[in-house]
Nanobody, 124 residues
Framework: QVQLVESGGGLVQAGGSLRLSCIAS????????MGWFRQAPGKEREFVAA????????RYAESVKGQFTISKDNAKSTAYLQMNSLKPEDTAVYYC?????????????????WGQGTQVTVSS
């Protein structure tokens, strides 16, 4: 069973930066595609970014392109989401998700395991 634990969330002023981390335990991390999603109060969970198992392909939501960067360090079994120029509308609970190999997907149903989430709050 794969377990995912996110960290790095917090309160930041608009224009600031945060780096989220997602450490995985169980299985072979180098075989995992990783994704980041977020959910704001009263809204559905939405795709943010994804990276394939070999870190050779990434996908981003249009709303975060050029602002967020996803990466993974297979040696540390950790995926990252670097978030720059944060805006109040980026406020949400951020979740990482994992699936084994396959295509990089943007849909929540395409992932097998999820973390518990980390809160990101951007003040204006």
């Amino acid at each position: 069973q794969v377990q995912l634990v996110e960290s790095g969330g917090g309160l930041v002023q608009a224009g600031g930066s945060l780096r989220l981390s997602c450490i995985a335990s169980g299985g072979t991390f180098s075989n995992y595609n990783m994704g980041w999603f977020r959910q704001a109060p009263g809204k559905e969970r939405e795709f943010v970014a994804a990276i394939n198992w070999g870190a050779t392909a990434t996908r981003y939501a249009e709303s975060v392109k050029g602002q967020f960067t996803i990466s993974k360090d297979n040696a540390k079994s950790t995926a990252y989401l670097q978030m720059n120029s944060l805006k109040p509308e980026d406020t949400a609970v951020y979740y990482c998700a994992q699936r084994v190999l396959g295509l990089v997907t943007t849909t929540p149903t395409g992932y097998d395991n999820w973390g518990q989430g980390t809160q990101v709050t951007v003040s204006s």
